[in-house]
């Protein structure tokens, strides 16, 4: 291979993280896998195809657009079920849309981050995100050379930790444009903000003038508690909203939303946004689109009622998984707690820390020799934060998958701390 391809940044490791969660498991088709954030495959139902884009024809049906032009034809850039979209957020989320042009609908989550990132760090600055993190959003800045700022997990959900880092960092001379958060049960810890760790966020925000990535993908999937207001909800000037519909329909629709910030004398961002999308993507299928407007239509325009038998199902899994954990980890569990799990209240994964370090090599060796595959939470870091932890997917594995695993799990723990 030529020098000049030599040492990119493709050689990153971030960069690889999700080939490895689609590649470990046909490398070790014996084992069984608690890597994959995958939606359960039991739970992904292709007549919603047949019913959306029915329901969508009637509801054309009804108006003087043309199906034929607005299904074949190239589309709106910024999308052609807006309107829809606009009124979905207003019931599911609380989240008054002023404009529904505000609103771009994308290819999934990847491309929503992707545009928004464009939009806001022409000219530099630095994007801050708790660690460890979803390495989509660390992939997509270090391809655009954006300089990222990890922070602890422990001081990114403390307010006032977060307000002296970030304080810190502008009398260096360091311009915040932006931080990214998964309020909701994040991936791959599974924490989440609390009300007033939002409110505080998003007046630190004000404060110093950047504006905040707000990751809903897991805001559905909540098994205890009351619901805690999203961050576009409470202060809509401030807020990207980065949406997507992989876990609530299913991810095969590739269908995704960024909503800009809005309000008085924000800077509107919808043209910057349209400007990046027709360069990458065009417009996003209008076919996709229909689907998905249509399901929001037939069941005005909330998920809330399509998506009960997933939370349920979900809530189970979850809860079996903390059993098993218990029954096979609980007498590991030493007076100086160097091996526990999280119990989340929602979300599709459980973090566990152990005695020892757990890597790339470690996850190989178990899913070799133990046939049950974990992914490290350090692949997710981009400091040496989380060495010792891994990340326990319940969401796409049956419950007796679940048991076997775990105790397969426990065999390759005791084989490492005899």
């Known amino acids: 291979m030529s020098s000049a391809f030599e040492n990119t940044i493709f050689e990153d490791p971030i960069l690889n993280v999700i080939h490895l969660l689609n590649s470990i498991a046909q490398e070790n088709p014996e084992a069984i896998s608690l890597a994959s954030g995958r939606p359960d495959d039991e739970q992904c139902d292709p007549s919603l195809i047949d019913r959306g884009l029915a329901r969508y024809r009637q509801h054309v049906a009804d108006t003087d ?143 110093m003038d950047f504006f905040i990535l707000e990751d809903t993908a897991y805001s559905y999937f909540r098994y205890e508690g009351e619901k805690t207001p999203s961050m576009k909800s409470i202060d809509s000037s401030r807020v990207f909203l980065l949406g997507s519909f992989s876990k609530s329909i299913f991810p095969g629709l590739r269908m995704g939303y960024v909503v800009a910030p809005e309000g008085a004398g924000v800077t509107p961002f919808s043209a910057r946004l349209c400007k990046a999308k027709s360069l990458v993507t065009v417009n996003t299928p209008a076919l996709c689109q229909a689907v998905v407007a249509g399901l929001l239509i037939e069941n005005n325009y909330s998920l809330k009622r399509l998506n009960q038998p997933r939370v349920l199902s979900y809530t189970q899994k979850r809860d079996h998984m903390l059993e098993c954990l218990e029954r096979e980890f609980r007498p590991w569990v030493d007076a100086q707690r160097t091996l526990t799990w999280n119990q989340p209240a929602g979300g599709f994964f459980i973090n566990m820390h152990l005695p020892f370090a757990f890597g790339y090599s470690e996850m190989c060796e178990c899913a070799k020799h133990f046939k049950v595959i974990v992914f490290p939470t350090s692949l997710f870091s981009l400091t040496n934060d989380a060495v010792n932890q891994v990340r326990l997917s319940f969401s796409n594995a049956t419950a007796s998958d679940i048991t076997e695993a775990i105790s397969r799990f426990r065999a390759y723990v005791e084989s490492r701390t005899q």
């Not at 999308?79 to 002023?98: C, F, R, S, T």
């Not at 977060?162 to 599974?190: C, H, M, Q, V, W």
């Open 65 to 207: 657009h043309s199906l034929a032009t607005l299904l074949c034809q190239y589309g709106k850039t910024s999308g052609i079920i807006n309107g829809i979209l606009a009124d979905y957020l207003q019931v599911d989320e609380g989240i008054k849309i002023l404009d529904p042009e505000s609103i771009v609908v994308c290819m999934g989550f990847q491309e929503a981050c992707t545009l928004a990132l464009l939009s806001i760090f022409e000219g530099g600055g630095v994007l801050l995100v708790p660690d460890p993190v979803f390495s989509g959003i660390t992939g997509i800045a270090k391809l655009l050379r954006i300089k990222i700022l990890p922070i602890p997990m422990a001081t990114f959900l403390d307010p006032a930790a977060l307000r002296k880092l970030a304080e810190e960092l502008e009398s260096r001379g360091e311009k915040i444009k932006a931080l990214y958060a998964i309020p909701d049960f994040s991936n791959p810890t599974a924490d989440s903000l609390s009300y007033h760790d939002r409110r505080a966020m998003l007046a630190l925000a004000k404060e």
